[in-house]
């Protein structure tokens, strides 16, 4: 049964309240869409609201944590990323803050909302602030180890957290290790590497591809940075081709990372993302569709690829 | 303590740094010694041997470019070696250019792009409140600050979250770097916007006079956060420097430097 992503971060940081008297949750008028609303009506006085000030909720964070406190802060990744990128940057970063910033509503699958909701660039941001770290967890059960994993952390933690309800791929035993890739399927020919939502695609390219005789391994990269080198090497030495899979600009994100990772490795390579495009308002299934996340879409850029190699 | 002295020597070690940097921010670290001089010998509780001591005061310089004020009296306190002063904005520095507190012990926040210190601030006094700790946690402002958008944010938040533990000080020298704060963009009645915002709102006539200030600091208001207006002159203590706008990040040459080492009782 698909299950909120949302929520799942919302009860995440409710267990985090009852266990973890350093935690507190900071919104900026968004509480109904983050549903840290549901924090708040448990402990209000954990929970404060800036109202629609991100800038001052960034910084008010760092505040906290200069006070020996582990803030959430939740708004919409749109206002937070982008309305408060020099706060990130400046005050939580530069000054190794432990500020976690859990943002929802990343990408396209944002929907009806339409492009200027619809953050298809914080991946790229975030990557290249020092200090950052940055999960991005496929399901609701591996969004609660991503909180509770990042409260323990010290200094800043990005949690994307996605807007649709989606199927448990991970279970309770499935490792979260920061910075350690999960090999969800073996796979000899071809690897794609997928973060978020579109590890389930992933998995559906990787069926048919198996269809065909073509075995293709399917690795979730639940963290983005530090990125797991280790993985993405091995991988290389081991398939003929890797295909990375986001819901995010191919600019500067996931897909981008690997690359960086690649260079030089003598290995077929290409990315499923979103080719340098703003979003706009739609159905998110529709919206996929139009931006090419699919997985059929995967399964042509591992075809193409497998076929320039020799198979 | 002999403030009149203290703040002479203060005033040319400012100067020093500056000059031996090649660059820096003089006149608005000539504007704010006054007010930090007050917070750090008479007003704050602190500890330089122990400059994490959880229960301190803080303050946070968010008109963080005029570091040298606070650094010349981080180092006149013992928080580091005075020799190290001469080090500003150098390769390896613990005195970079703008405030790290990461580098620099003493120092409570990192500041440098204005209006952030300001909130940062204020959110040290929520933790601070939610802890039920009783430090206080002061912010210094600079006049041409106050034109971002964050100081406002700040104005509301700190009146909802009623930071009786908060004290925003306007260091309103009436200058920034492309001239009069008028013929910028023009801040009008900066006291009654944060009167009407709900703050305990106390002006200081002259914001060089130690007693005026200290008097200021001590008027505090129950659930509410206090501001308090300091009429400052930019480059104070410098004839040539007062109220001269040129004077706010230019790098001082040596006529200038032995010119004011000069009207300050240096060599």
């Known amino acids: ?22 935690v507190v949750v900071l919104d900026a008028d968004l509480g109904h869409t983050t549903m840290t609303c549901a924090f708040q009506e448990q402990f209000p006085e954990k929970h404060f609201n800036f109202g629609i ?38 005050t939580v970063c530069y000054m190794n803050a432990n500020v976690k910033l859990a943002f929802s509503h990343p990408g396209i699958s944002v929907g009806a909302d339409g492009g200027s909701h619809q953050t298809v660039e914080d991946l790229a941001v975030m990557r290249c602030l020092p200090h950052m770290r940055i999960f991005a967890p496929c399901d609701p059960v591996e ?150 996340l699919t997985p059929e879409n995967i399964y042509d850029k591992c075809k193409m690829l497998l076929s320039k190699s020799g198979k | 303590m002999d403030y009149q002295n203290k703040e002479k020597e203060l005033q040319r070690d400012i100067i020093k740094m500056i000059y031996e940097a090649g660059s820096g921010h003089a006149g608005g670290s000539l504007s704010v010694l006054d007010i930090l001089m007050v917070l750090y010998y ?61 580098k620099t012990p003493g120092v409570d926040c990192n500041t440098g792009s204005l209006g952030q210190g300001a909130s940062i601030a204020a959110g040290m006094a929520m933790g601070a409140k939610y802890l039920k700790k009783d430090y206080h946690v002061y912010t210094v402002i600079g006049d041409g600050e106050s034109q971002e958008g964050m100081i406002w944010e700040v104005a509301m938040s700190a009146a909802h979250f009623k930071l009786d533990n908060f004290t925003m000080i306007l260091d309103h020298n009436g200058l920034q770097i492309d001239g009069s704060n008028d013929d910028v963009m023009g801040i009008g009645d900066i006291c009654g916007k944060f009167a009407a915002s709900g703050w305990n709102v106390i002006r200081v006539k002259d914001g060089h006079d130690f007693d005026e200030i200290r008097l200021a600091l001590g008027q505090r208001c129950d659930k509410k956060p206090t501001f308090i207006c300091c009429e400052t002159v930019k480059g104070h203590g410098v004839s040539f ?23 300050l009782g240096g060599r």
């Open chain 1, 1 to 22: 049964m698909a299950e909120s992503m949302r929520t799942a971060y919302a009860e995440a940081l409710i267990e985090l309240g009852k266990t973890n008297e350093k």
């Open chain 1, 53 to 90: 000030a991100e800038e001052n909720m960034i910084c008010g964070a760092a505040g906290f944590s200069k006070a020996g406190l582990v803030p959430f802060a939740s708004t919409m990744a749109m206002f937070g990323m982008g309305r408060a990128f020099e706060q990130i940057r400046n």
């Open chain 1, 143 to 292: 969004m609660k180890k991503a909180v509770f994993t990042a409260a323990r952390m010290e200094g800043p933690v990005y949690i994307r957290i996605s807007r649709p309800d989606v199927e448990n791929i991970t279970d309770e035993n499935t490792p979260f290790i920061p910075g350690k890739a999960n090999i969800v399927r073996n796979g000899e020919d071809v690897c794609i590497m997928a973060t978020g939502l579109m590890v389930h695609d992933a998995l559906k390219a990787a069926d048919r591809l198996e269809e065909e005789g073509i075995s293709a391994a399917v690795v979730n990269f639940h963290t983005i940075k530090p990125i797991d080198k280790d993985m993405i090497l091995q991988m290389a030495g081991r398939v003929r081709a890797i295909v990375t899979a986001e819901e995010h600009t191919v600019l500067g994100g996931f897909g981008s990372a690997v690359a960086e990772v690649l260079c030089g490795q003598n290995v077929g390579f290409a990315m499923v993302g979103i080719e340098d495009r703003f979003g706009q308002s739609g159905q998110p299934e529709e919206l996929f569709r139009e931006y090419g």
């Open chain 2, 42 to 102: 008479d007003v704050m509780k602190t500890d330089p041997e122990n400059p994490d001591w959880e229960d301190r005061d803080r303050l946070v310089l968010s008109k963080g470019h005029a570091c040298p004020a606070l650094y010349a009296i981080l180092a006149d306190r013992g928080y580091f070696p005075k020799e190290e002063l001469w080090t500003l904005r150098k390769l390896g520095s613990r005195l970079q250019g703008h405030p790290d507190a990461n």
């Open chain 2, 241 to 263: 420097m007062e109220n001269d706008y040129g004077w706010h990040g230019k790098t001082i040459d040596t006529p200038t430097y032995e010119a004011a080492m000069k009207e």
